[in-house]
Each structure stands twice: as C-alpha cells, then as structure tokens.
C-alpha cells in the first residue's frame, strides 16, 4: 500500500516495454550532482530538497535534528517543515527497468502509467542517456536496505536517478497505481495535514516502528477536496497491531466511508484533478521578469546538460510539442533544435543573468510562440518573455554546425565508430554533447581560441579516451 495523484498514454506501453540498457558516452565525467537524502516516511523516499522550513531546504546532515532513518516516528508538524511539490518536468518521467523485469511486468507498470496518464498531460517515456530518470527494480542491490514497496516522492533535483521499488508481491493493480502516484509527486492522503479534520488515527492500535506511516506531512502546495477513495489512502486496518480494530476511523459525518477508504485499485477521479491542476501549473508566465543574478561569461556543465534534457522532456510533453521521439529526428538528435533554444535562447539569457529557471522559462516561451506549437494547443493562448540584451551572443549555426561533425566524429572510422553517432538507444547522447561541445569546444571559444583550435580540441580530446585507444 502506498500513495497520492498522477499520468500517460497507452501508446507508450509498446515503447516503454523495450527499455533496457542505454550506451555509455565517451568517457565524460559523470554530473557532479549528489544523491539524494532522503527521509523515508512509510514506503515514501523524500529527497531532502524538496524539505522546506522558512522557505529554505532543510538540513538533513549527519546529526540534524531534521534527519529522519527509516522507521523513525516524528509528525513532520510538530517541527514545521513542509514538502514542496517536486513534479516532473513537463510531466515526463524518464524510466529504466531493472535487467529481472519480465517483459509482463513491464507492461503491467506502463498501462498503470497510462492510468495516471488518462486526464492530466503527464506521461512516462523510455530513458535513453538521461541523467535525471526513475529506476523500477525489483531486487535491492543494497541488502541493508528491506525490500517492499516503496518509491521516491517526485523528482525533488534534476540530473539525479530516482528509485521505484517493487518486491514480488508489490505486483499488482493497487500498489503499482500507488508507488507510481508517489513517483509523480504525490504524498499519502492520510497524511495531508489536514486529515484530522476528516479522520483520527488510533496509534494504540499500531507498532512502534510503523508509526511514522501515519505522520502528518505538511504541504506547501494545494490538494484539493480530501479524497477517502484516493489510491494514496490507506485501508482502515492499516498496520494494525489488533486485525478487529482499525487504526483509522472516519470523523462524525463521514461515516459511510469506513469500508470503503483506501480501497481503491486505481486512482480516483480526484486524484485525477489534483495531478491534472498541479501539473497544468507547469505552462504558466515569468513571475519574476528582472535578472536574479549576476550576468556571466562562464557556464556550469550541468547547467547545460541540465537544460537539454529539460528541452528534451517539453519536446516529449503533450503540454509541449507533443513529439514521439523528443528531442530526436530519424534517430538522430534535433541539432536544430538544440542550437536554437539552448544556444540562442537559454545560453543568452543565463549570460545576462537570469536564473536558470527563468532562462529555461523563456525557452518554454518562445517554443509556444512557435507555429509548431500552436498547431498542436489550437486556443491555447502562448506565453510570453521579458526582452533582454544578452552579455554573450552566440553563433547558433557555428554551433550546428560543430554538432554535426561531432556526431560525424562519433560514427567515422578514424573517431569512436558509434554507428549511432551522438545518439543512445534513439535518444540524444546529453552527457557526450554536454561535454565536448560544452566543456572543451565552448569554453576554448569562450577563451577566444578560433573555431579551428577549439574543434581540435575535442578531437584531441576524445583521442585521449580509453574508448577512443581500444578502438584505435
């Protein structure tokens, strides 16, 4: 048992089923993105990010009155920190299946995601080279860790993998709805912090270690009518230490619920208008319109393989250019794409000084000008940016051009003889890209080296790969 509220598309059942392995790049360093620490509620993983107190993250180093161990009891309102909403980007959830999956149970998990899918623009995609993704395992590879149901709650920080845990028994309709529903960023119903109101919780009737599957979480964002028929509400007889009692019972007037709570196999259709208002909330306007930061010359990798797979989840999106393959044209990446909206747009912004969340937000701007656009979102008004002047103007067709021989240079004989090029299992290689077009070829140029010495050196560069000395 466990979760709250999400969405996708049948279509994608065919797709995700064929997801296993991906490609390695060549070599790259990994992003320099910490894991995530989580407190684990019940069968929920809450990345610490998502943890707010007075508007700031929460510590949860080693010692913080904050941090939470597994079968910890502490009701998150008694020291006042809320969770934020961490959804998806663009709804779109990466996902890679662990190698025990059977192609049964792939199916079974892509019809759930379809499920959640059916109101709200959300949907489920296969992971190709994505950093930021949701791994479905069945085995813990971390034999101090039990094994269960269990998943982590939304996507709290991007370009990090995020887990769904579902042991041999979790593999039925009720619990995959359920780890999914807290996979796309919903907590447990019974947990709402106003729940009180609506039911009481009898903890005399439920063990020391299971106690926190019952702490109230307090939201930082709306939830909607309480739902007792909610996928993420739990039975009445939840964890009870006596089978003849039930630990939660319906407040006064809400008594013909008492069967009937956290029974439900799929989600209601509550939870369908709580995921399909949270989620709808994605395509909405700047609120704030002036730099939040200082303008810059020099750039972050993650920052920019951060945006290009942000690119590549709204090309997916239905909210977005609702396209089967992304960021991805005829299996080979969308060069075009990439060298407008990354280079011309979110680059130039992040030089002038805007946050890379309003950098990105302009993207998403500019794209639901486009005619593509709003042929696809017929009455749908398009959003609109601030102008702005850019510290750094960048050639978007040296940088097109640069791609294309880098993805020439990944197929050829004398390169790294990918017959893919820059392209893992149909999707964009957005770690390769991000480092020999970003770290090497950008910032030589940025140093004022010549479009000539910069390319250089990245062939140089990817020569002095192991990859690159087996093959050669």
Known sequence: MKTRRVWLSTALACVLVTTLGHGQTAEPTAPLVPPATNIVIGDQLIDSTSVIEAGRPVDLTPGSRFLKPRGATVDSNGFGWRIKFSGWDAGVIPIQFSSELSTAQREFFANACADWGRVAQVSCIPRTSQSGYVVVRQSNPDPAVASGCYSNVGQARRLVAYEIHLSPECWNTRNVHHELGHAF?????????????????????VAADARSQFDRIALADPLGPYD?????????????????????????GYGSFATTLGTAAL????????????????LRPLSLTAPLELPRTQFDRNDFLDAMERLHAFYYSR?????PAGLSVNNKPDFLGLATWIFDIYLAARSRGFSAEQAFGMVVADISQ?????????????????????VLSFDRAEFLDTLNRLDAFYQSADGLQRPEGLSISGGPDFLGIATW???????????????????????????ATDEWRRKH
């Open 185 to 205: 960023g919903f907590i447990h119903e019974h947990q709402r912090p106003d729940r009180d109101a609506y039911i009481s919780i009898d903890l005399s009737n």
């Open 319 to 323: 909210m977005g250019l609702n396209r």
């Open 437 to 463: 077009l970003f770290d090497v070829y950008l910032n030589e140029r940025l140093r004022g080296s010549s479009s000539t010495v910069a390319w250089s050196r990245v062939v140089s560069s990817i020569q």
């Open 370 to 390: 486009s005619t593509e656009w709003r042929g696809k979102h017929p009455g749908q008004a398009p959003l609109t940016r601030p102008s702005f002047t850019p």
């Open 228 to 252: 007792f028929l909610s996928v993420m509400h739990y039975p009445r007889g939840a964890f009870a230490a006596d089978s003849s009692r039930p630990t939660i019972v319906p407040q006064a």
């Open 267 to 282: 989600p209601s259709d509550l939870d369908h208008a709580a995921i399909q208002h949270l989620y709808t909330a994605y």
